[in-house]
């Protein structure tokens, strides 16, 4: 890939992973500052909604001196939709910026799950998630992950394993997680709900009733040792989002790299991204623990071989990205 420079405003949440892999594994250097309008290089915005009108300025002010500017759209879906005012002012200033040579906006959601983000962007990617199984891994130490997963395995006692992974809040739906594990006595009896990351934003009622039902709470920033254990630990991975989250999802990516079966809120991005590359999903119950027991013999847990998935991730997405920043096709 083209050597280029990038920029992310802060690192909370995923953007610090996001910067790390640009960095290590893509070749990027990070900029911040004037040095936004005076690289040379081509100039990648790693999340547009994280700064929207700084990279409209950058962007055009860029294209005077014929320098490429490119951004990632995370939340491509909400802006074709058009539900606000906010919305529709996005709408109308990204129909301008396609229309303009040296700027190119690429969604991280496939234009085959919502097609109309193609009037608002160039070409789409997966999210960097979705093919950075390697890379994390090459971050972990092997005696932390097997230890974390021995914990958890061993607090599950033969019971099939939850996860919710990552910063955990009510977008991520962890109120729903919650509630779901204190509903029935069997499905605490069926399964192991697993939490590993902080959490926000939560009643602290409900949170200590699902450490004393038994839930298993890391209520901490965790360490990339610990992230890949939760997903070799786990059969099944929460990405049952709230609907006003419905984006793309790098646990969802993740999850899908390792194997494991996700249970999602029908309708969303993550089902139809989930059932487009691998074709089975878990929907969240709405019954009880028998629906959800049924429905998961129905689907089953173990997961085919993946290797296809993730050449297949990769090579689009690197191909798309090497376009955007004016290097050949790969």
Request: hydrophobic share 40%; proline share 2%.
């Amino acid at each position: 890939m083209v050597k280029f420079d990038f920029y992310s405003m802060s690192e909370s949440g995923h953007r610090l992973e996001y910067i790390k892999f640009s960095e290590l594994e893509l070749g990027g250097t990070r900029v911040l500052g004037w040095d936004l309008l005076k690289t040379k290089r081509p100039l990648l915005f790693l999340m547009v909604e994280e700064s929207f009108f700084l990279y409209v300025f950058v962007a055009l002010i860029r294209v005077l001196f014929r320098r490429r500017t490119v951004g990632l759209i995370f939340r491509g879906r909400e802006c074709v939709q058009r539900s606000s005012l906010r919305l529709k002012v996005k709408y109308c200033i990204m129909r301008i910026l396609k229309r303009i040579n040296n700027i190119r906006s690429i969604s991280i959601v496939p234009f085959f799950v919502c097609p109309k983000i193609e009037n608002i962007c160039d070409d789409w990617i997966y999210d960097f998630q979705f093919w950075d199984k390697s890379f994390l891994e090459s971050l972990t130490h092997k005696e932390e992950v097997d230890k974390t997963v021995e914990l958890i395995k061993n607090k599950a006692c033969g019971r099939k394993i939850i996860c919710a992974i990552g910063k955990q809040d009510k977008d991520k739906g962890f109120d729903e997680f919650v509630r779901l594990y204190l509903s029935s006595e069997e499905i605490r009896e069926e399964f192991l709900f697993v939490s590993g990351g902080k959490v926000g934003g939560i009643d602290e009622v409900l949170i200590k009733d699902f450490e004393s039902s038994g839930g298993l709470l890391i209520n901490r920033r965790i360490s990339d040792s610990e992230l890949v254990a939760l997903y070799q630990g786990a059969e099944i991975v929460w990405v049952c989002y709230s609907p006003e989250y419905d984006q793309s999802s790098g646990v969802l990516g993740r999850a899908l790299q390792y194997q494991k079966l996700v249970i999602v809120r029908q309708g969303s991005i993550a089902e139809n991204l989930a059932l487009r590359t691998v074709g089975r999903v878990l929907l969240l119950p709405q019954k009880g623990c028998r629906e959800f027991v049924v429905s998961l013999d129905k689907v089953g847990i173990k997961g085919a071989s993946q290797s296809g998935f993730l050449n297949e991730t990769r090579v689009v997405s690197v191909n798309s990205l090497s376009v955007a920043l004016a290097e050949g096709r790969v």
